[in-house]
T-cell receptor, first 113, second 114 residues
């Protein structure tokens, strides 16, 4: 099992450009999450999904959109990137039952100039 | 609302010394608690978790944590630090609902000197 994978690993954008980050998991997990990590801030939840076709906002959703068309994939989109979105983005998944452990991907480093 | 506070953003120890990373939580109901470790340029890896089965939880790499309800604490310890323990450590709490996202502390960077 590959676990949770993220594509791309690193990306540089110019302000105003758009991009999509892809998260894939092969553990048949029901729940998936997108976090951003900034120095001294820990991890903050952007959006999450409790199942295929469903999404919900987290703590810092502004400027991001998500989609969960397939159970194994969770996409994070930036329609018009801003320098404040420079961060490391982590995807995670969990079985969604009584097991609350989340399994994390390796992260995507995004730099917005 | 639940929250997590990690005391000390940076902890430095010598190799072989005791490691103690502090975590206090706020929760109105019995929580699920986690410690994750992040090595440089990597994702988060689960060290251990508390799910109310036992107050002393043993994890990977010789780490353990004790849940103390009276102190609302879940401190992480390791008797003898190794150089390879140098990393960032995150404490997290999960609301008592399936699938709800974790709430993370701001992290503690552990440095180990020889």
């Amino acid at each position: 099992n590959a676990g949770v994978t993220q594509t791309p690993k690193f990306r540089v954008l110019k302000t105003g450009q758009s991009m999509t980050l892809l998260c894939a998991q092969d553990m048949n997990h029901e729940y998936m999450y997108w976090y951003r990590q900034d120095p001294g801030m820990g991890l903050r939840l952007i959006h999450y999904s409790v199942g295929e076709g469903t999404t919900a906002k987290g703590e810092v959703p502004d400027g991001y959109n998500v989609s969960r068309l397939k159970k194994q994939n969770f996409l994070l989109g930036l329609e018009s990137a801003a320098p404040s979105q420079t961060s490391v983005y982590f995807c995670a998944s969990s079985p969604g039952t009584s097991v609350k452990t989340q399994y994390f991907g390796p992260g995507t480093r995004l730099l917005v100039l | 609302a639940q929250s997590v506070t990690q005391l000390g953003s940076h902890v430095s120890v010598s190799e072989g010394a005791l490691v103690l990373l502090r975590c206090n939580y706020s929760s109105s109901v019995p929580p699920y608690l986690f410690w994750y470790v992040q090595y440089p340029n990597q994702g988060l890896q689960l060290l251990l978790k508390y799910t109310s089965a036992a107050t002393l939880v043993k994890g990977i790499n010789g780490f353990e944590a004790e849940f103390k309800k009276s102190e609302t604490s879940f401190h992480l310890t390791k008797p003898s630090a190794h150089m390879s323990d140098a990393a960032e450590y995150f404490c997290a709490v999960s609301p008592n609902q399936a699938g709800t996202a974790l709430i993370f502390g701001k992290g503690t960077t552990l440095s180990v000197s020889s």
